[in-house]
């Protein structure tokens, strides 16, 4: 913190895992709110005292959260038509409590040995978890895809599906 005084500012902790050392906040590696104080008490002749401020913070381990995966395409379970072999879109949407400290740090989809890693459009909102990549099949026939989510502190997540690549279709209506 500065003053526009260009004072000093002192830290009291008011509460919380950590401990205070000058305007360093070592943490204690548990978990909690922690509550701080920062104040500037003037120099008595030109300047005054700036009014107090307190914020308070959560401290959370991001081990405790696990990443929910839906796998929107391929669906687990389903035909995906395909005339020739091209490539098709892979897409997955995350969802984790706190995702404005847990970061999803890297997104892959394993399909037959073959690593696809998936990327975001808005990789600095944290409301959004929509991940996609395009993926060729080099053949027709079943898939297993392993969804890999590695989040904040190298914790990993993995959803597993299977889909079949086919050009044999008959003919459907919809309504």
Same mark, same amino acid.
């Given at each position: !913190?500065?003053?526009?005084?260009?004072?000093?500012?002192? #830290? /009291?902790?008011?509460?919380?895992? !950590?401990?205070?050392?000058?305007?360093?906040?070592? &943490?204690?590696? %548990?978990?909690?709110?922690?509550?701080?104080?920062?104040?500037?008490?003037?120099?008595?002749? /030109?300047?005054?005292? !700036?009014?107090?401020?307190?914020?308070?913070?959560?401290?959370?381990?991001? $081990? &405790? +959260?696990?990443? %929910?995966?839906?796998?929107?395409?391929?669906?687990?379970?389903? @035909?995906? +038509? &395909?005339?020739?072999?091209?490539?098709?879109?892979? @897409?997955?949407? &995350?969802?984790? %409590?706190? !995702? @404005?400290?847990?970061? #999803?740090? /890297?997104?892959?989809?394993?399909?037959? $040995? /073959?690593?696809?890693?998936?990327?975001?459009?808005?990789? @600095?909102?944290?409301?959004?978890? +929509?991940?996609?990549?395009?993926?060729?099949?080099?053949? +027709?026939?079943?898939?297993?895809?392993?969804?890999?989510?590695?989040?904040?502190?190298?914790?990993?997540?993995?959803?597993?599906?299977? #889909?079949?690549?086919?050009?044999?279709?008959? $003919?459907? $209506?919809?309504?």
């Amino acid at each position: !913190a500065t003053a526009t005084s260009g004072l000093p500012v002192s #830290f /009291e902790l008011l509460e919380g895992p !950590a401990t205070l050392a000058g305007n360093i906040l070592p &943490l204690t590696g %548990e978990t909690g709110m922690i509550k701080i104080k920062a104040s500037q008490e003037g120099d008595g002749v /030109e300047w005054q005292a !700036a009014p107090s401020v307190s914020r308070t913070f959560e401290v959370i381990d991001p $081990d &405790l +959260y696990t990443p %929910e995966i839906t796998v929107r395409r391929p669906y687990d379970n389903t @035909n995906v +038509y &395909l005339p020739n072999l091209k490539p098709i879109i892979l @897409n997955v949407s &995350l969802q984790i %409590e706190h !995702a @404005n400290a847990i970061k #999803f740090e /890297e997104v892959k989809c394993t399909i037959d $040995d /073959e690593d696809v890693i998936l990327n975001t459009d808005y990789p @600095n909102d944290p409301d959004n978890g +929509y991940f996609y990549a395009y993926w060729t099949p080099s053949r +027709y026939g079943e898939h297993t895809m392993t969804t890999t989510v590695t989040t904040s502190g190298g914790k990993i997540t993995t959803a597993t599906t299977t #889909f079949n690549v086919t050009n044999e279709y008959a $003919d459907v $209506d919809v309504t």
